[in-house]
């Protein structure tokens, strides 16, 4: 294949030109998560906004990320926990991930812990949803679309209440409440399941215990809804679940694509827009760039553990101290615990890091991380090994899916030692098969008709023109789990079956008793 | 919403620009279908030519409208059959969907023409394979990659055979191997299956027929690839079939959406191109101009039956030229049949007619076809209602899919009288509803966030790029049907379930028979 020159290159991109349909400014209305799932959501929101569309996002007066700013109006509604309380909350998560291992107690724990997050979470609701002042003046703004994260339910309730279609950007529903709603299969036979550890080519043993998980999944989301159910059912004077209000989402903007997730189904309205946080690489400072320029041929580490852990307990720290004293490459790490007094000088400590403009640069040689998807995507955008220290939630999962592509190592935080840790970046900087995959995955990922963002410009605008995507809403939604798998009609077949074989040999029974009594009678005559 | 000014519109399209991968020129080696499905992979084909890469399209000695052109070059091999074959066999089916009802014994002999014409094309395939000079001279060329409509199984097979990936280029596969191929769910609970008549909203007889069809489709595909199965084996010199070689595509270049089609689940590397070969439209003759302006305020009618089928019987001629002579609307007419004295003078008559530059004529009112695939995808595109005449092949249910959405009418063409024409006619043009809907459809299906056929040429290029879509291949493609629906697990487990309840229960007879037995010495005591 020879090059073709770069003016043919954009022909077809200009063709993009004619493609969009006569763009409307339109009134948007966006209820997030906060924390970490707000960061790439705020990038399509601050997009919307560039391109005309009011945009009024919903903040609780204490939110952790979700700040006012220029680009978007904000309407802050009261929340009944205090700051304190969410340090308190993240502290726990934090040590329950930091100090112990993973054992069945601490499954129940930390699912206790989630159950008591999304109760707290659906009172918030509760009190934005009967927030009467604030829901009329919203309600009277008449939006096009609510923008939301179906990880928490008060977005998709308040778009049925205001009869506007929702548009969900998300990861996704730790319980897959979001296939479920979409009527999307998910075969468990090569689908692996939440936190189950599995990929996609499962043993036998697996294969069971992902079956099993599937039930398990159900009872789950049973028991984290239940209380948005019964919210939703309030509110808005219904009998309704929190998933059947889901299923009438209109699109799904799904934070993912296969050079990172497992191939799958998917349904007609979810598009996919993993890597939307990667944006262009920006110069790094002055003071940054000449540290890692002066890693001359080794090259420099990128190590975070994500923007809601900056801190580490100090004999944990110690283990990573130790294990990037014997490294030749310098390591650029946001930290903000305490010190040692002999920290090693190829060490710089930050308080916050620009991620991605690091990860771009080229001295970079692998990117120590918990494995949040917004890091993971920007090193696979920007080709960087990685040795993962997943934490909590979809972290888990996140690591396997790239370790199972050899483009990373993975590693338990509670039980790390600096030993391990020499071992694990040892061989994703030396062994340069983790490079070659990693670049290969990533010219896959950015391998792609449209950007990402676009996409999801595109589908949201692609809502408000036509007020919905009724079109690719599929017929299943109105089957009940029975008729879905069509076991009724199995059933009748079954039961004509049955009938006929049982005819058939009561038949032939018959006759043969009348046979066998007349040659008796034959015989005694 | 209110409008943005235009170059607003295009920031969002000129970033598609930079989202198009470094293009190489390649080599790619085409082995089409005879007859209309060439009509759109034709445009690819072009287009790809166009963007620098050497097609090279292999021809049958005796072809019906693949031609030689400038645009991409051609190799002609040996054929067994005459164009007089071709034409005797043409008119059969031609015939027997003029003249007789779709009764059971048709269906049969339907089935019958399609096995014979499926297992002449492969022998034509097998002498193709096995043309020595031809093959060695094509293997040499080193393509990157193969373009082939899967309905007919030779380019599969030289996919295979030469080692490269094959990109598919079809609208459906009758007995769905396409969809079995790509490990795609259809659940018959709500996919209707070819030729049932049914939408996606089915009563529980229609779901049993619909369940009983899936049984049969089955033993149809085995039936009709059964030639293809021995010859693949045989030329590859490994147990293998179709189906199996089929799976190895890369990508599924699909000629619909979800405006035409029923909404249902997909695969990831299942690529929608439906309205590929809607063009702009080009202006119309001087004399065609004159005639379609001359209809004044009632406009125009475009009739074709597809580029197979240009005459008629007499009398079933004399139908439609009876129901035009009562229509205020003018009538241009493909038609090649014999004329009556006494034609109307409404209706204009053409060897060939350019449908879709006189489909996106403002005073166009309706469009009375067979309801081929390129011609209803016209007709979506410009927003015409149509009254639609299936023949034979997909006709019917894409006849179905655009009534149940209101926006066309249908007929059985061997007993339509000029009085249920002129009836439906009058319904499509008069009830302003067909129209209205038409137009919804219309804008649905045109807005889109990128071309049709931007996205073929992307998806094939990216196919050449990346020696295949690896990464979009579902790991289901390793089980077995049985391992799939996980129903060993289902039966593992049922099987401990029962153990479980016959230990149990045995226990407990055991404890009941005991304790009996002492409570009964103790009476005899």
Not at 127 to 150: H, I, Q, V, W
Not at 214 to 227: H, I, K, P
Not at 335 to 348: D, I, L, R, S
Not at 417 to 446: C, F, G
Request: net charge positive; with cysteine; charged share 20%.
């Amino acid at each position: 294949m020879r090059t073709l020159p770069v003016p043919a290159q954009g022909l077809l991109a200009l063709l993009c030109l004619f493609s969009f349909e006569s763009v409307q400014a339109g009134k948007v209305l966006v209820l997030p998560v906060d924390g970490s799932h707000w960061l790439s959501m705020k990038i399509l929101v601050e997009e919307l906004s560039n391109r005309g569309h009011e945009m009024v996002v919903l903040v609780p007066e204490t939110s952790i990320l979700i700040k006012k700013s220029g680009k978007y109006s904000t309407k802050t509604y009261p929340v009944s926990f205090t700051h304190d309380d969410l340090a308190e909350n993240l502290k726990e998560i934090q040590n329950s991930a930091l100090e112990k291992a993973p054992k069945l107690t601490d499954i129940v724990v930390n699912f206790r812990n989630l159950l008591q997050f999304l109760t707290m979470q659906s009172k918030t609701c509760e009190g934005l949803l009967y927030n009467e002042p604030l829901m009329k003046s919203l309600r009277e703004m008449g939006f096009d679309a609510m923008l939301t994260d179906p990880f928490l339910p008060c977005g998709t309730i308040i778009a049925d209440s205001f009869s506007i279609p929702a548009v969900y950007f998300l990861r996704l529903i730790p319980c897959r409440l979001d296939e479920a709603a979409a009527q999307c299969p998910s075969p468990p036979s090569f689908m692996p399941r939440y936190s189950s550890g599995f990929t996609d080519k499962m043993t036998f043993p697996q294969r069971l215990v992902n079956t099993l998980l599937t039930v398990v999944e159900g009872f789950l989301c049973r028991s984290m809804y239940e209380s948005a159910d019964e919210l939703a059912s309030k509110y808005l004077q219904k009998e309704t679940t929190y998933a059947e209000l889901l299923g009438h989402g209109a699109v799904w903007l799904l934070r993912y694509d296969f050079a990172f997730e497992f191939p799958r189904p998917q349904m007609p309205n979810m598009v996919q827009i993993g890597g939307i946080n990667c944006v262009k690489r920006a110069p790094l400072t002055k003071e940054l760039e000449e540290f890692v320029n002066g890693s001359g041929e080794h090259g420099f580490v990128v190590f975070t553990l994500g923007s809601m852990v900056s801190q580490l307990p100090e004999a944990k720290a110690r283990e990573f101290f130790e294990a990037f004293r014997q490294i030749p490459q310098r390591v650029l790490w946001r930290y903000t615990g305490p010190v040692p007094e002999n920290a090693p000088k190829n060490v710089k400590l930050m308080k916050w890091l620009p991620q991605n403009d690091l990860l771009g640069h080229p001295k970079v040689r692998a990117f120590v991380t918990h494995g949040g998807s917004h890091g993971i995507y920007e090193g696979i955008c920007n080709g960087v090994p990685m040795v993962m220290l997943p934490l909590f939630g979809d972290q888990g999962d996140n690591a396997q899916r790239l370790v199972s592509r050899g483009v990373a190592e993975s590693l338990t935080i509670y039980d790390v030692t600096s030993e391990k840790l020499l071992v694990a970046l040892k061989k994703v900087i030396n062994d340069k098969s983790y490079k070659e995959k990693m670049m290969k995955l990533s010219a896959i990922h950015r391998d792609r008709p449209i950007e990402p963002l676009d996409l999801a410009v595109f589908w949201t605008e692609f809502v408000m023109r036509h007020k919905g995507a009724e079109h690719l809403r599929p017929a299943a939604h109105d089957l009940n789990w029975i008729q879905y798998h069509s076991l009724d009609v199995i059933g009748f077949l079954l039961l004509i079956l049955l009938t006929v074989i049982f005819v058939t040999v009561k038949s032939c029974m018959f006759c043969f008793r009348k046979c066998f009594k007349k040659s008796q009678k034959k015989k005694k005559a």
